[in-house]
């Protein structure tokens, strides 16, 4: 028998607590609204025929969403002898549009659909080109962090748990502290981005948060060709060793230990990984540079000459003084600037105060025989 109450209404109610499963550590799904609601009042084949024109619209803006959304990497090219032959080869495989960038080490080839980015990176690896690209974003892992979990959970149990609720784990990894200590936090790699995942708050019975992992500030260095900005993954270049600056991967490196190190990057005597390299540093701060540039704003800029500005003249003369192009004023430069003006006028009145008090010392020294023939003279008035 389960234990039973009587309600108000009289029907039995169940008093035995229920149980939650895991596969109940999701948000309970929400309830959509119906946009074709105001269809209902239409007669069915007009609302047959209106629903099938919204459904293909409403397709057709997401397969037009996709589309903007996908953003399709760059091909970084390196050593291109014959820039003619390679021009005219590269042609003949693609269908859109494509642009070729000289930068400083390689040629960048920015092209329009990924059709085209897999037919010429796959061309490329059967050529063998030398060139690196990136992952599409579309094809790009989703990486998590689950906190709240205690530290005596093994990584083996939040895996199987994960996979038990649907979601495509490729590794689970316990983080550390500085000291090597456990936390109670884990990384988590999916391999297919699934946002019902930040939904998750509850795993293993426990109350967890699920938060996407914050990318690195580093710049990542290749551990392929020891070069910066890609990883090994999409590095179609040759190897160069990280101790020695060889050509051969730095797992075949047969370098002494007492033979001192080479950077392939500097050329100096310090590893390639090495973070106080000068190469690594003037990265760092052109790539910091580049971040801290704001764009401009025009709102801040006012021209108060209507007369047009050719080639910073005014009609062949100098700019007039008209020609105004300040920002807005903060409380700081606005107190610099009365603090400027008091000192100017100070300057202006401290000679006039320096004639009158010469003046009007030169009239007391005048006066001073008469003040002491006065003064001793009353003194000998007095008996």
Excluded: W
């Amino acid at each position: 028998m389960f234990p039973s109450g009587t309600g108000s209404s009289g029907t039995q109610k169940s008093t035995k607590p229920i149980k939650r499963s895991s596969s109940n550590a999701l948000s309970p799904p929400s309830v959509n609204k119906n946009r074709y609601s105001p269809l209902s009042n239409l007669n069915e084949d007009d609302n047959d025929d209106n629903m099938s024109l919204v459904t293909q619209s409403d397709g057709d803006e997401a397969r037009q969403s996709t589309e903007v959304s996908q953003k399709i990497p760059p091909i970084y090219v390196h050593n291109i002898k014959d820039f003619e032959n390679f021009h005219n080869s590269l042609t003949k495989m693609i269908t859109d549009e494509l642009s070729i960038t000289q930068t400083k080490y390689a040629l960048k080839i920015n092209l329009s659909s990924i059709d085209d980015y897999r037919h010429v990176t796959k061309s490329f690896d059967e050529s063998e080109i030398e060139y690196h690209t990136y992952q599409l974003p579309s094809e790009k892992p989703l990486s998590i962090i689950i906190r709240n979990l205690p530290v005596s959970i093994s990584e083996e149990s939040v895996f199987k748990a994960l996979t038990d609720l649907k979601f495509s784990v490729t590794s689970v990894t316990r983080l550390q502290n500085r000291s090597k200590c456990p936390i109670p936090i884990v990384a988590v790699l999916l391999s297919i981005s699934s946002k019902e995942i930040y939904s998750l708050n509850r795993l293993l019975h426990c109350v967890v948060l699920v938060e996407p992992r914050k990318p690195t500030k580093g710049i990542p260095q290749c551990t392929n060709c020891q070069r910066f900005s890609h990883t090994k993954k999409f590095c179609h270049l040759p190897p160069r060793c990280v101790k020695c600056a060889g050509d051969h991967h730095f797992t075949q490196c047969v370098k002494e230990k007492d033979t001192p190190p080479k950077c392939v990057n500097c050329e100096k005597s310090h590893p390639a990984s090495y973070r106080g390299c000068t190469y690594y540093k003037e990265i760092s701060k052109s790539k910091n540079k580049l971040n801290s540039k704001q764009p401009v704003n025009n709102k801040n800029i006012t021209y108060q000459s209507t007369q047009p500005i050719v080639n910073n003249e005014y009609h062949n003369e100098p700019l007039p003084n008209d020609y105004v192009n300040t920002k807005r004023k903060t409380y700081a430069s606005a107190a610099k600037s009365n603090i400027t003006t008091d000192n100017d006028f100070l300057k202006t009145l401290l000679p006039l105060i320096n004639s009158f008090v010469s003046q009007l010392m030169q009239k007391i020294i005048e006066s001073l025989p008469v003040i002491i023939n006065s003064i001793n003279s009353n003194l000998n008035v007095q008996p």
